[in-house]
């Protein structure tokens, strides 16, 4: 979390000397693209203990499939400004069991469910090499919102605790990605990213008992991008 913070401060202060500096050319020329890949998220758990009872929860998700479509302006030789569109798709497993040292028995349940993200972002990003260059590394930061819903997949294995049913939000994210612009001919280019989004868990809320990290996901991304 530390080194997140230190890159996070360093292409703020970065981005902003570029931003203030006069602009390559008089114009901001635009760039479209579209992006697929594969997304993945963190998981959590957690255990409570005391004298008569220990109960524990956790999720495992599993990979899925991620798209994003952005477009952008090229603000000057080493900046440029971007919105994004990401949706992604994963499938969840969420468990709990409580034991009683009381005889009370042992009860439990585990169910599998359909995880959905759909995110808007703003982003600065700021390249290591000039837009002469057929070869730019980037990276990028910003933020936007995210919106998650989870809907149950089958009836699970339930007895003596409730699992959640449909559950979603709608959070603030921060969204942090590096990645790699080859020119290609025509206009066109090839974009290869990876990204992390980080927003509070909707998910660890639903455990019993309830979970204490973040949410990050984390995109694995290729496509094609058109420069104006």
């Keep these: 979390m530390r080194s997140s913070r230190l890159i996070l401060l360093s292409m703020i202060t970065v981005a902003g000397i570029f931003a203030l500096r006069r602009p390559c050319n008089a114009q901001h020329p635009p760039y479209f693209g579209v992006m697929g890949g594969v997304s993945t998220l963190s998981a959590d758990s957690r255990t409570a203990l005391d004298s008569s009872s220990a109960t524990t929860s956790s999720y495992k998700p599993e990979n899925g499939p991620t798209a994003d479509v952005y477009g952008g302006l090229h603000w000057s030789n080493y900046f440029s400004v971007q919105g994004d569109y990401l ?77 959640p049913g449909l559950f979603s939000a709608t959070k603030l994210a921060l969204h942090v990605a590096v990645g790699i612009d080859l020119k290609l001919k025509s206009g066109w280019g090839f974009r290869y990213s990876f990204a992390e989004t980080s927003s509070s868990n909707p998910i660890s809320r639903q455990l019993t008992p309830p979970g204490s990290r973040m949410l990050a996901s984390f995109r694995n991304l290729f496509g094609v991008v058109k420069y104006f």
């Design 87 to 163: 949706w992604n798709r994963n499938l969840l497993t969420l468990d709990s069991l409580a034991a009683s040292m009381t005889g009370a028995g042992t009860r439990l349940y585990e169910r599998t469910f359909q995880s959905r993200q759909h995110a808007a972002f703003g982003s600065a990003l700021l390249y290591f090499r000039p837009r002469s260059s057929w070869v730019r590394p980037f990276l990028s930061v910003g933020t936007g919102v995210v919106h998650f819903t989870a809907e149950p997949r089958s009836a699970g294995i339930v007895n003596g605790i409730s699992p």
